[in-house]
């Protein structure tokens, strides 16, 4: 390609519409990862309360219980969001802005699955023991999704500049 070439080359030697095409097909194979975890949690969640114990649980559970069924909810809007944008969105032409607010939407739905996911931890750690292992198991996990899925990529990042 010669210097006259109306669209600049990056480091990778694409033009702007082919890295562009590059990363949402990339974060669309990432979605894809991340739905299942987020359909079956939902599914979980979904029918709890048709179990004949649930009747039994307490205040706190119920609470527990019903944030985490709308941070799931939220987090698979959020996860299924980017198909939808580009569905409606695909022939506008602008396809760097369906990336970025695709990408947003992603994080934010990791991040809503994390709470998910703890906060369904902390339920079933609360139904079983009843203790101060709820706070223990809580803080570990919520650690754990907040150093795997943000701190350490997010430190990584930082690093390289």
Known sequence: MDASSSEQRTSRNQSEKERLDRNLEEL??????????????????LVVPFNQRFADITSFQSTIYFMTLLLATAAT????APTAHHRILFREGDKRRIVFTATKLAVAGLALLACA????V????DFLY????????????AVLFAT??????????????
């Not at 809007?77 to 299924?80: F, P």
């Not at 902390?122 to 750690?125: G, H, L, P």
């Not at 701190?151 to 500049?161: E, N, T």
Request: a positive charge.
């Open 28 to 45: 669309l194979q990432e979605l894809r990862v991340a739905l299942p975890g987020v359909q079956v949690l939902f599914a979980f969640l």
């Open 77 to 80: 809007v959020c996860l299924i």
């Open 117 to 120: 996911m703890t906060g369904a």
């Open 122 to 125: 902390i339920f079933v750690t």
């Open 130 to 141: 009843h203790s101060t292992t709820v706070v223990i198991v809580g803080i570990g996990v």
């Open 148 to 161: 795997m899925w943000f701190a350490w990529p997010v430190k990584r990042l930082l690093d390289g500049r």
